[in-house]
């Protein structure tokens, strides 16, 4: 039994019909090579029975909470199912991309059983006229709740339940878990008491300690003069989202985008990335007539984990904030921006502490987190104020090994993320497979043409590399002529 931190239980508080809060990784797989012809649900469900014991998220369910007075409990599930976890689906002819995205979106508008384990998984056949998948290809969606796992855990859970060998499925192992019960009112109550007893301590030492921190972090980092940067301004994301989704997303080859990087020095490819949803932004809002003359930012998460494991659960992470340079025309000048701007922001968390979010949460009562977060965003809603981060970038590294799946190969990965009122764009980036995706989700009200925005993202990777590369290309020496030779 573990007690969910704080940060943790924000997520659950978070979590309504119009706002789920689950990460949905997407993994396609090529089964063309198999001599058995295909993959049968049934071996993948023995592939996730023989993998459970790689992560407590799988088993584990919530319980206790004391009212909302103190966060709630993970305990063991005595009535875990594993075959209500795992289902299977198939699209209709022809089956193709579009129908694909419409099945993803209305997944992953619709929340989990909050009463069970926080995860399910969706193994999706009829993928025949998806382009650039290879024939007989198959997906799985897994969702898996945000109070249970940040990106750097759900990348992990990835490589949990797959192999780096063609094996048809994993041998059995000795499985050591038990079940329990939900924590008794003694426990909860009791526990409840301290925490809130020690919370206000926290609190006072953690602002004593943050505030000079703060004041040094702008110094240091260049941005103490904030202040003098025009105020930021809504656009279309910055409002109250509906329960209904779109999605849909850019596939790029990691060498090339690493070479983007290599043609600009400095450059990170978390700025490439940025760079492209900046410029996306961009043309997307000035077709809409709706683009603000000040440039819009978003929120990049950061791991504070010492070291990746396979039991690096929950949520440990911060928030980094990144100027997107959507003011800057150029591709080059904006991946230029970009970069420069991340560097200011990474010196000034890295002043401040990367995990200031993490202990600033620890010191605060989790009935008042969140009734503040829910009147903050309804004060917000209705007001013609910005937050300063208009959407959210969230680039994983996912595995960089091949990767298998009884016997499958593993593809391609695609990160799907929640989106909130006042957040109603998100982008999931991650690695994997050489290739990198951009995946983006947001309110169907918000986005009612993804098929653009896409094409708006992909003509600004297009136009990026095409800007470094022309730069990159060295100029042609002349050849000298000739001397005739002396007979």
């Not at 469900?45 to 206790?64: C, I, M, P």
């Not at 949990?160 to 060998?165: F, G, L, P, R």
Request: aromatic share 6%; hydrophobic share 40%; net charge positive.
């Amino acid at each position: 039994m573990q007690q969910l931190t704080e940060m943790d239980y924000t997520f659950v508080q978070m979590e309504s019909n119009r706002t789920p809060m689950h990460i949905s990784p997407v993994m396609f797989y090529d089964q063309s090579k198999l001599k058995r012809g295909k993959v049968r649900f049934k071996e993948i469900l023995t592939v996730f029975e023989r993998n459970l014991h790689k992560s407590a998220v799988f088993r584990r369910k919530l319980a206790g909470g004391a009212m909302g007075l103190d966060t709630p409990f993970w305990v063991e599930d005595e009535h875990f199912d594993l075959e209500f976890h795992v289902r299977h689906i198939a699209l209709p002819k022809p089956g193709d991309w579009r129908q694909l995205c419409i099945l993803l979106a209305r997944l992953q508008a619709r929340g989990l059983d909050m009463r069970r384990p926080l995860w399910e998984a969706y193994v999706i056949e009829g993928l025949n006229d998806v382009e650039g998948l290879p024939p007989n290809s198959f997906a799985i969606m897994m969702k898996v709740h945000h109070a249970a796992i940040d990106g750097v855990s759900a990348a992990e859970i990835i490589a949990a339940i797959h192999s780096q060998t063609k094996e048809a499925e994993p041998p059995p192992v000795e499985d050591h878990w038990r079940p329990e019960g939900a924590p008794s009112p003694l426990t909860v109550w009791s526990r409840a008491y301290v925490n809130n007893i020690k919370r206000p301590v926290r609190l006072l030492e953690t602002a004593a300690d943050m505030i000079p921190r703060a004041i040094r972090a702008g110094r240091e980092s260049g941005q103490e003069n904030s202040a003098d940067r025009p105020a930021p301004s809504k656009v279309r994301f910055n409002d109250r989202v509906s329960g209904y989704r779109v999605t849909d997303a850019i596939v790029m080859d990691l060498a090339r985008v690493k070479e983007i990087k290599n043609a600009v020095p400095g450059t990170t490819v978390n700025d490439v990335i940025v760079s492209v949803v900046g410029g996306g932004l961009r043309k997307y809002l000035q077709a809409k007539n709706e683009l603000p003359e000040s440039s819009l930012s978003c929120g990049a998460p950061i791991n504070v984990r010492a070291e990746r494991n396979s039991e690096s659960i929950g949520n440990q992470v911060g928030v980094m904030t990144i100027d997107m340079a959507t003011d800057v025309e150029g591709a080059l000048d904006r991946l230029k921006a970009v970069s420069e701007h991340a560097r200011e922001s990474k010196a000034y968390s890295s002043a401040l502490g990367a995990s200031a979010m993490m202990d600033i949460s620890k010191g605060l009562w989790p009935q008042f987190t969140g009734a503040a977060m829910r009147l903050a965003t309804l004060a917000a809603v209705n007001s013609d104020v910005a937050l300063p981060v208009h959407t959210v970038v969230s680039n994983v590294p996912g595995p960089q090994v091949p990767l298998y799946l009884a016997g499958a190969d593993l593809h391609m990965i695609m990160g799907i993320g929640p989106v909130l009122d006042m957040m109603g764009l998100f982008h999931g980036v991650i690695s994997g497979a050489g290739k990198i995706t951009v995946n983006f989700v947001s309110c169907r009200e918000m986005l009612p043409d993804p098929g653009f925005y896409k094409e708006c993202l992909q003509q600004t990777f297009d136009e990026l590399e095409r800007e470094t590369l022309s730069q990159k290309a060295p100029a042609r020496k002349k050849r000298r002529p000739r001397r005739a030779r002396r007979a």
